[in-house]
């Protein structure tokens, strides 16, 4: 693998594991209906303000996330809304693979 083709990879590789865990994925679904404060996510998500932050935090190193201040809030909002088709895409696979799990049980049934 060529160094720039390596390059590209890892980079791809950072944006799947921020969105590796489940309390970023939910706060990427949630972004995708309007920006939030922080302050929005900590009650839902039943985490305190700094661990909501630091998961906000890899979501914008990643490039997926784009933050604004206001006054004493920090605003966030999707910086790539494509980022939901593959959201999309991948709710695909889990019911594919619950079919050909349904499958197999008919199989042995």
């Not at 969105?19 to 039943?46: F, M, S, Y």
């Not at 661990?51 to 997926?64: D, Q, W």
Request: proline fraction near 3%; charge should be positive; include cysteine.
């Amino acid at each position: 693998m060529k160094k720039e083709e390596k390059s590209l990879y890892d980079a791809k590789a950072k944006i799947f594991k921020a969105l590796g865990h489940p309390t970023r994925l939910w706060i990427t679904e949630k972004l995708a209906q309007g920006e939030c404060c922080v302050c929005n996510l900590v009650e839902p998500l039943g985490a305190d303000f700094s661990t909501v932050s630091k998961h906000l935090s890899v979501l914008k190193e990643a490039g997926i996330v784009d933050d604004e201040k206001r006054g004493k809030q920090v605003y966030y909002s999707l910086k790539v809304p494509c980022i939901l088709g593959f959201m999309s895409c991948v709710e695909d696979v889990i019911e594919n693979r619950i079919r050909e799990q349904m499958g197999l049980l008919r199989k042995i049934v």
